[in-house]
């Protein structure tokens, strides 16, 4: 088994690698004067089982073409299985047609993954799960719960907390949580009229003398986030943490987070985070990569990987 790190998240990569004990193989990913982006892999990967852990995050493009040239570095040279490990899989919000004359860019980055070379992916925390189906290749979407249900019973009397869904789409995933730690569930319904802006209309359930934690994939503006920790309060709510897997958190989403109400935003190390980030006095970050090594332990020796959520 080899592991090979692109360059958007090399502190996650270099503790998976600690936790398999199997070193980053070397690699070189270094960009001509153009910005054009080249690849060297400075290692024999002949008949190898190789994983390439790579988060399509900011600056997204760059980080998928890094992508798309490792994939094809390894399979011009011969590896015997390419794993594309995606910490954080970016365009998964364009994952329909919400309006007319748009793209569907999650099922086209697909389709670049597979015909690049890679044999299979492993992913994290799929904006809407069926985008497993975009790939034509093997997919593993893994969840984050486990880690975040471990935070919270360390932290939190569960018997007093309330899980809440910042939507109605991400109730799925807030009900899974709130099953793994036996709390009720509460919804909040909001209203998006564009893009990094949404209205708190309702909270479905009772906040009152609650801890809430907010459970979502993705915090990137932390205007919804921000929103519905202000209307849980104002019900009556003791306090209000947010855990999200993906940290996007752009433009000027970190001083929103830390002039709001929340008491805490935990997210995970999925994406790389900034220092801007790092110095935020109520942002917490919480490592996958425990998580991300024992899928790829599990994948390299072909047993199930399902089994870690049951």
Do not use: W
Request: proline share 4%.
């Amino acid at each position: 088994m080899k592991i090979v790190a692109g360059n958007s998240n090399r502190a996650l990569a270099e503790e998976v690698s600690k936790y398999l004990d199997a070193p980053l193989a070397k690699c070189s990913v270094r960009r001509f004067a153009d910005q054009e982006i080249f690849v060297e892999i400075q290692e024999n990967v002949r008949g190898e089982d190789v994983f390439i852990l790579q988060s399509t995050s900011f600056p997204a493009n760059d980080h998928l073409m890094e992508l798309l040239i490792i994939i094809d570095a390894l399979r011009r040279s011969s590896a015997k299985r390419i794993t594309a490990v995606l910490p954080y899989f970016g365009y998964a919000r364009q994952d329909r047609r919400a309006t007319g004359r748009t793209p569907i860019s999650a099922k086209l980055v697909a389709n670049l993954i597979a015909h690049a070379g890679a044999h299979r992916v492993l992913t994290l925390d799929l904006h809407a799960g069926q985008i497993q189906g975009f790939f034509d290749i093997p997919t593993d979407n893994l969840f984050a719960a486990p880690v975040m249900t471990r935070d919270i019973k360390e932290r939190y009397t569960t018997g007093n907390v309330l899980v809440v869904s910042p939507d109605v789409g991400g109730v799925v995933r807030a009900r899974a949580l709130a099953k793994r730690i036996d709390a009720p569930l509460a919804i909040v319904d909001k209203r998006r009229d564009k893009p990094g802006e949404s209205e708190v209309m309702n909270i479905i359930g009772d906040p009152v003398g609650r801890d809430c934690i907010l459970v979502d994939d993705i915090v990137d503006s932390g205007g919804t986030l921000c929103n519905a920790a202000e209307a849980l309060l104002d019900k009556g709510a003791n306090s209000v943490t947010a855990y999200i897997t993906h940290g996007v958190l752009s433009g000027g989403a970190v001083a929103r987070v830390t002039s709001s109400k929340l008491k805490e935003l935990v997210i995970t190390n999925s994406i790389e985070p900034t220092a801007a980030v790092l110095a935020a006095p109520n942002i917490r970050t919480i490592s996958i990569a425990p998580l991300i090594g024992e899928a790829v332990s599990r994948t390299a020796l072909e047993q199930s990987v399902s089994s870690l959520f049951n």
